[in-house]
Nanobody
Framework: VQLQASGGGLVQAGGSLRLSCAASGGTFSSYTMGWFRQAPGKEREFVAGISWNIINERCADFVNGRFTISRDSAKNMVYLQMNSLKPEDTGVYYC?????????????????WGQGTLVTVSS
């Protein structure tokens, strides 16, 4: 499956962004989807995930209710709605997929990756 993330940009602290990830070339409904981010000089980290059957969602502790992950199987899309953004949320955000997987938090557990979209939150 091919993934393409979009929706990043520059936003002030406290603002919102919605990231989108378009999937193609596979059976989208069979993939657990995840969002990760990577800040400059840091390792890529898990942000949120949603299971292939839409039963489970997980978010990292630092999200603290600010972000929501969702998916639209009819459009082969997964979204990350980010509210109350903070400067520390700055980074490149990646979507990832693993077939019939659990919501893994490790990058190694995902088979497919998009190219990333840059989110910059100014103070």
């Amino acid at each position: 499956v091919q993934l393409q993330a979009s929706g990043g940009g520059l936003v002030q602290a406290g603002g919102s962004l919605r990231l989108s990830c378009a999937a193609s070339g596979g059976t989208f409904s069979s993939y657990t989807m995840g969002w990760f981010r990577q800040a400059p000089g840091k390792e890529r980290e898990f942000v949120a995930g949603i299971s292939w059957n839409i039963i489970n969602e997980r978010c990292a502790d630092f999200v603290n209710g600010r972000f929501t992950i969702s998916r639209d199987s009819a459009k082969n899309m997964v979204y990350l709605q980010m509210n109350s953004l903070k400067p520390e949320d700055t980074g490149v955000y990646y979507c990832a997929a693993v077939r019939y997987g659990s919501i893994f938090r490790r990058t190694d557990d995902y088979s497919y990756w998009g190219q990333g979209t840059l989110v910059t939150v100014s103070s």
